[in-house]
């Protein structure tokens, strides 16, 4: 009864909050932008500049935020750029008229550069735009940016192109060996599978009723306001404050799940069963690695494929936004320690520690694979990121089943995690 009710619960929760997620914003249309930043920057010194402003500027204009104060400048510098000196100064009005009051300089020494020649005003964060502004007051661009910040988008904008396309092709290269291989029945037979000795209603517990409702919604109610209380007197910025947030809230919502896994296991006899297959070994690496290649051209197909028939969908993590914004260097090292560390260890354990083996004992092996990587793609809450954090999942579990080693998932998952962690800090960098 109390797994029915658990699962009850949590079909309710996750039914809702996937339901919301396409409401919530989406960070692709800023991924883009700043990609279309750097390849301006990049430019500036080619003949293409004026391509890649073109396209920067169509993608601010599409943006949901297009409205925006901060939109409306960063437009009216692109459109003096690109000499459409209508729009430009229709934006840069607005932004004089009703714009907040830390703009309307900017905005003022724009329309009029010649009565503000002697000082400059505050110029926007982000080197593009603050580029843009010498051009436009007629300024030497030492005056607004370091003389290195085009080398600079030059080599992340590589970085950037490369590593994920050199990535797919590498993964496209071991998948075909791997599919040649078993063709011709030369596949290196995998190790057994060895997972606790649990039945389903015990997994159902730890999932739905340790994970979802314990630690997905009974401790942050019980934490924030503690927690609240503890950093109020601390003197932390706000970005600190939300990245400490995040470290503290997430072990504390792990906590409720893995107790109740680790009361189930105590009753079980000692053995690799036991502890899950964990196998601590060099190995681990480079089996994580080649998963990681192999996943590669998979996740990218399935996230293509979501772009082209759901291009405005929503609902990316609130996380990503807050590490291609984030200007605290420690905070961004807590944010990666939360997901490259904490988040790899806690939701392998549960999926493809217990799920998998579980589930492949009594269904077989391919369903094991396939209902552990349908739940963690559903525990992430968002339905546009559904399908690749699915294809993610099935190479997260054929790893798991081929090496037989737990740590080997733990370590390609943090691998996955730091990837993109490492993405999102060039470009927001």
């Known amino acids: ?110 329309l009029e550069p010649e009565k503000h020649a002697d000082a400059l005003p505050p110029l926007p964060q982000r080197p593009l735009y603050r580029l843009l502004s010498c051009d436009a007051l007629g300024r030497p661009s030492q005056d607004c940016v370091a003389g290195d910040v085009i080398e600079q988008a030059q080599w992340r904008l590589s970085l950037l192109n490369l590593l994920p396309l050199s990535g797919v092709l590498f993964g496209i290269v071991l998948l075909l060996q791997l599919i040649w291989q078993s063709w011709r029945g030369n596949a290196n037979p995998p190790p057994p599978l060895r997972g606790p000795e649990l039945n389903l209603t015990e997994v159902v517990l730890i999932i739905a009723g340790g994970f979802v409702v314990l630690g997905g919604v009974v401790t942050p109610l019980l934490a924030l306001p503690a927690l609240g209380g503890l950093l109020a007197p601390l003197s932390l910025t706000p970005a600190l404050r939300a990245a400490t947030e995040v470290l503290i809230l997430y072990s504390l919502s792990a906590l409720p799940a893995v107790l109740v896994l680790a009361l189930l ?127 993610l999942g099935i190479g997260l579990g054929w790893l798991r089943w081929s090496s037989g080693r737990l740590l080997s998932t733990v370590v390609m998952h943090g691998l996955w995690n730091g990837l993109t962690f490492f993405n999102l800090v060039l470009l927001g960098s």
Do not use: Y
């Not at 039914?15 to 989406?26: D, F, T």
């Not at 997901?339 to 369903?367: H, K, Q």
């Open 265 to 391: 296991l105590r009753g079980l006899p000692a053995g690799e069963a036991r502890w899950l297959q964990w196998r601590a070994s060099w190995l681990n690496w480079p089996q994580a690695g080649r998963g990681l290649l192999m996943s590669l051209p998979v996740v990218a197909l399935s996230g293509w494929l979501v772009e082209r028939f759901w291009p405005n969908a929503g609902g990316s993590n609130p996380l990503l936004e807050e590490v291609l914004n984030g200007r605290s260097s420690l905070a961004l090292l807590m944010l990666a320690f939360t997901a490259t560390v904490l988040a790899p260890l806690f939701e392998e354990l549960l999926f493809r520690g217990v799920l998998l083996p579980v589930v492949g004992a009594r269904w077989g092996i391919a369903a094991g694979i396939g209902v552990s990587a349908l739940v963690f793609a559903l525990a992430h809450l968002s339905l546009s990121e559904a399908p690749p954090l699915l294809a």
């Open 1 to 110: 009864m109390l797994a029915l009710l658990s699962f009850a619960i949590a079909a309710l929760i996750w039914g809702v909050s996937l339901a919301q997620s396409v409401e919530r914003p989406s960070v692709g249309n800023a991924l883009e932008q700043r990609q279309l930043e750097l390849e301006v920057l990049a430019s500036r010194q080619g003949d293409s500049a004026q391509a890649a402003e073109e396209k920067l500027l169509q993608a601010l204009q599409q943006s949901s935020e297009a409205g925006s104060s901060d939109s409306l400048i960063a437009q009216a510098l692109l459109e003096q750029s690109l000499e459409q000196n209508e729009p430009s100064r229709r934006h840069l009005t607005t932004v004089l008229q009703s714009g907040p009051a830390d703009l309307q300089p900017l905005a003022a020494a724009l």
